[in-house]
C-alpha cells in the first residue's frame, strides 16, 4: 500500500509543471520541496522530474537567487500568507516570487535525475543556472570565514528549530494578531507561536524593504544549509566531468566550504550554527548539526562523532531520526521543526551513512518505511509513537520513500516506475503502480 499511496500523493500534488507540498496547507511551489519530489518523480516518471526542476528555476532571479516560493496565479492572495502582495516582487519570468532562498538541494536533485534517465540536454540546460544559484550565495552571502549566511529562519529550511531561538531574541515582534492561515489546516500545538510567527512576518517586512539586498537582525551561518552549498559543489563537478567542463573549480569550492565548517562551526561532537553578528557558535541540538555527513571529503575521525553523537543524543537505532535532540531543553515531539522526525532530514542523513556505515544506513531506512507505513505520508512525525503530523498526503515525503523503496527496499535501482511497479510483489505489497505513472 505505501509505494501505491506514494504515487497517488505525486499525481495528485502535480500542478501541470510542478508538485506542491500539500494541497491545503501549501498551494504554491517550494524550492527545497521541488528538489526532493523531483527525486522521487525520477524513479516514476524522469520527464516530470526534469519539468518539476526547469519550472523552479524558471522563476530564479537575474541575481542568481532561488526564490523559496513561486506563486501559483490560480490561487487565491487570501489562501497563503505571506503571499505575493507580501513580497511584491516578480521573476524575469513573470512570476510571483518570495524573496529569500532555502538550502541547495538542486544540483543533487538535477544529477540524480539525469542518472535516472541520462538527458545531457537537460544538464546543460540547467548546469548554468545551478551554477548561477550558487554564485548568488558566495556574492552575497558569504562571510569572511568562507560560510553562507542565512538571513531568515525560513531560509534554513528547519523554520521553527530552537536553534533560532537565541538569535530571534534581537527580532522586535512587530506587527500582532496576524492572519494564521496554517491554523486553518493544523493544529495550533503543531504550528510555531504566534510570537515566534510575528517574528518571522517582522525579518521578511526589514529584508523586504531593504530590496532584498541587505540582512535584517538575524543572520546566521547555518550547517545544514553551508553542508548542502558544499555537496551542490561536489555535485556541479560531477555535472560538469559530464559535460566535457572543467570540475576543478567546483572541487575547490568544495574543499574550502568543508574546511570552513569543520574549522568554525565543529565543536567536536556536532556541528552548531553560529551567529555572524556576535561570532558565536549557538549551543543547540539540532539534527541539522549532523549535516555534514553528506559531505564525501569530510575528515573520517569529524564523520565518526557524528555518527557517535547520532547514535547517543539523536537515539538513531530507535528508529528514525528526530529532528532535535529528544535529550536537550526545547524537544518537543509534535511541534513543527521542534523535534518531530522529518522524512527528507532522515534522507539527508542516510545518503551520508551509506558509504561510511552501510549497517546504519539500512536501520534508518527502514525507520523511514516503517513511520510512513504507520502513519501515512505525513508532513512530520513523532520519533518515538510514530503518530503523524501536520499535513497529510505531503509530497516530499512520498517522493522520498519512493527513493528509498528503489534503492534500499528493492536492493536496485529502478530506472522507471514501471519497473518499480513490477517489483512491487518482492516488497510485500499487492498490485502494480505503473497504471498511475505519468509518461
Request: hydrophobic letters at 40%; aromatic letters at 10%; proline letters at 8%.
Amino acid at each position: 500500500m505505501i509505494l501505491r499511496d506514494a504515487v497517488r500523493v505525486l499525481v495528485n500534488n502535480w500542478d501541470g509543471n510542478y508538485t506542491v507540498p500539500s494541497r491545503r496547507l501549501y498551494p504554491h511551489q517550494w524550492s527545497w520541496d521541488s528538489a526532493f519530489i523531483a527525486i522521487g518523480n525520477a524513479r516514476l516518471s524522469p520527464r516530470r522530474a526534469r519539468t518539476e526542476l526547469l519550472s523552479l528555476f524558471c522563476a530564479q532571479w537575474p541575481d542568481g537567487r532561488v526564490p523559496h516560493i513561486v506563486f501559483n496565479p490560480k490561487v487565491p492572495e487570501a489562501a497563503y500568507f505571506p503571499g505575493p502582495q507580501f513580497w511584491g516582487v516578480r521573476a524575469p519570468s513573470g512570476s510571483a516570487t518570495s524573496g529569500i532562498v532555502q538550502p541547495p538541494v538542486h544540483a543533487l536533485a538535477a544529477w540524480k535525475t539525469h542518472l535516472a534517465e541520462p538527458d545531457p540536454a537537460f544538464l546543460r540546460r540547467i548546469y548554468p543556472r545551478l551554477v548561477a544559484q550558487q554564485g548568488f550565495l558566495r556574492t552575497h552571502r558569504r562571510s569572511a570565514k568562507g560560510l553562507i549566511s542565512i538571513v531568515h529562519p525560513w531560509e534554513s529550511g528547519m523554520d521553527n528549530s530552537p536553534a533560532w531561538d537565541e538569535p530571534l531574541q534581537a527580532v522586535e515582534p512587530g506587527q500582532t494578531g496576524l492572519v494564521r492561515k496554517d491554523l486553518d489546516t493544523v493544529s495550533a500545538e503543531e504550528r510555531p507561536t504566534d510570537c515566534d510567527y510575528a517574528r518571522y512576518v517582522a525579518l521578511a517586512l526589514a529584508y523586504r524593504d531593504s530590496g532584498y539586498r541587505l540582512p535584517g537582525a538575524f543572520q546566521v551561518e547555518d550547517p545544514l544549509f553551508n553542508a548542502a552549498y558544499g555537496l551542490a559543489e561536489h555535485t556541479l563537478a560531477a555535472i560538469a566531468r559530464e559535460l566535457g567542463l572543467d570540475p576543478e573549480p567546483h572541487e575547490r569550492e568544495a574543499s574550502a566550504t568543508t574546511r570552513a565548517l569543520v574549522d568554525h562551526l565543529f565543536d567536536g561532537a556536532l556541528f552548531q550554527a553560529r551567529d555572524v553578528r556576535t561570532g558565536q557558535l549557538i549551543d543547540s541540538a539540532s539534527a541539522a548539526g549532523l549535516m555534514p555527513l553528506l559531505l564525501p571529503d569530510l575528515p573520517d575521525k569529524v564523520a565518526d562523532a557524528l555518527i557517535d553523537t547520532a547514535l547517543d543524543r539523536f537515539a538513531l537505532k530507535d528508529g528514525v531520526l528526530p529532528g532535535y535532540s529528544p535529550f536537550a531543553p526545547g524537544f518537543d515531539p509534535a511541534r513543527y521543526w521542534r523535534g518531530p522526525s522529518w522524512i527528507n532530514l532522515d534522507w539527508l542523513v542516510w545518503q551520508g551513512l551509506k558509504k561510511r556505515r552501510p549497517d546504519l544506513a539500512g536501520h534508518l531506512a527502514n525507520g523511514i518505511l516503517c513511520a510512513a507505513a504507520r502513519a501515512g505520508l505525513r508532513e512530520y512525525f513523532d520519533p518515538f509513537t510514530l503518530r503523524g503530523h501536520g499535513s497529510r498526503d505531503f509530497s516530499w515525503s512520498a517522493a522520498l520513500v519512493l527513493d528509498v523503496v528503489a534503492e534500499h527496499a528493492l536492493h536496485s535501482v529502478p530506472a522507471s516506475g514501471r519497473e518499480i511497479g513490477q517489483k512491487l510483489r518482492c516488497f510485500g505489497e499487492a498490485g502494480n503502480v505503473s497504471d498511475h505513472v505519468p509518461a
